[in-house]
């Protein structure tokens, strides 16, 4: 059973910073790409972040230049540094991973359960 387990939110001050660390762990084959989505209240879940296996990286643009995506593939970890946050960014943050349990089998998409942010002075 593979599961996509966060840790990293909390609460901090307009400006501050924070790093969600979201970790894979049961029996796979292989991570392709990795990605951060967060949901406000009363909102749609939207995507915040991604990286390849390869390493590329995208954000979106209500992030650039605040967040910084990374992975550590020897440990089957994504990271999100968040730096100048802002109370709009108040949101659940859930870890997303496309994942294959087995060469042959079809990479499947896993989410996390969440960890909370909240930015407020």
């Known amino acids: 059973q593979v599961q996509l387990v966060e840790s990293g939110g909390g609460l901090v001050q307009p400006g501050g910073s924070l790093r969600l660390s979201c970790a894979a762990s049961g029996s796979f084959y292989s991570i392709n790409g990795m990605a951060w989505y967060r949901q406000a209240p009363g909102q749609e879940r939207e995507f915040v972040a991604l990286i390849t296996d390869t390493g590329t990286t995208n954000h979106a643009a209500s992030v650039k230049g605040r967040f910084s995506i990374s992975r550590d593939s020897a440990k089957n970890t994504v990271l999100q540094q968040m730096n100048n946050l802002k109370p709009e960014d108040t949101a659940v943050y859930h870890c997303?991973?496309?994942?294959?349990?087995?060469?042959?089998?079809?990479?499947?998409?896993?989410w996390g359960q969440g960890t909370q942010v909240t930015v407020s002075s």
């Open positions: 997303n991973a496309v994942i294959a349990t087995r060469r042959s089998s079809t990479p499947f998409n896993y």
